[in-house]
């Protein structure tokens, strides 16, 4: 079931995912914001600001990691 929340705010998320999964996002304030990836180690994957009002996709996230 797709997660869909007006209510991550600062914190870390763990998803459970046992395949690669696509994840959409879209920032539906105009607060300056960004989001970030880490493995399991919580070594950075990912980090990149968010556009506003606009919808894009991480590709492929796979399993185990965070």
Excluded: W
């Amino acid at each position: 079931m797709p997660v869909i929340s007006d209510t991550y705010k600062v914190g870390l998320y763990s998803f459970d995912n046992k395949t690669n999964v696509d994840i959409g996002v879209i920032l539906l304030n105009d607060t300056p914001s960004k989001v970030m990836i880490l493995d399991n180690e919580m070594h950075i994957e990912l980090v990149m600001k968010l556009p506003y009002n606009y919808k894009f996709y991480l590709r492929n996230i796979e399993p185990d990691k965070q």
